[in-house]
C-alpha cells in the first residue's frame, strides 16, 4: 500500500489544520493507521492510532486532536485544533497490516507517507 500525507502548512497558535493520509492500491480497513510527527532535533513521536477498532492519542494531543477516516476507508484524517507551537513538526502517516499493542511504536509500521510539515507561529 502507498500512502501520501497532505494538509500541512503554516498556521497560528491557536488555529486548526486536517491532515489526510491516503492510501492506494489497498483500502484502510484492516489495517493499523498511525500518525507520527518527527520535529528537528527530536526523535519521531507517536501521535495517534486506529487499532484493532479502537483510536489512540498521546498525551500531548489528547483533547485537541481527533483521527478519523471516510466512509471508503481509503483515507484517514488527523484534525489538529487549538494549535501550539509544540506542535510544529515533519507529520507522518504510517499503516501496518497487524493489530498490536505496540501501535505507538514506529517501528512495528510497515508503510510510510513521505511526511507534511506543519508549523504553528507563537
Known amino acids: 500500500v502507498q500512502l501520501q500525507a497532505s494538509g500541512g502548512g503554516l498556521v497560528q497558535a491557536g488555529g486548526s489544520l486536517r491532515l489526510s493520509c491516503a492510501a492506494s492500491g489497498h483500502t484502510l480497513s484492516e489495517y493499523a493507521v498511525g500518525w507520527f510527527r518527527q520535529a528537528p532535533g527530536r526523535e519521531r513521536e507517536f501521535v495517534a492510532a486506529?487499532?484493532?477498532?479502537?483510536?489512540y492519542y498521546a498525551d500531548s494531543v489528547k483533547g485537541r486532536f481527533a483521527i478519523s477516516r471516510d466512509n471508503a476507508k481509503t483515507t484517514v484524517f488527523l484534525q489538529m485544533n487549538s494549535l501550539e507551537p509544540e506542535d510544529t513538526a515533519v507529520y507522518y502517516c504510517a499503516a501496518d497490516r497487524h493489530y498490536s499493542n505496540s501501535y505507538y511504536l514506529a517501528g512495528r509500521y510497515d508503510y510510510w507517507g513521505q511526511g507534511t510539515l506543519v508549523t504553528v507561529s507563537s
Open positions: 486506529f487499532n484493532g477498532g479502537r483510536t
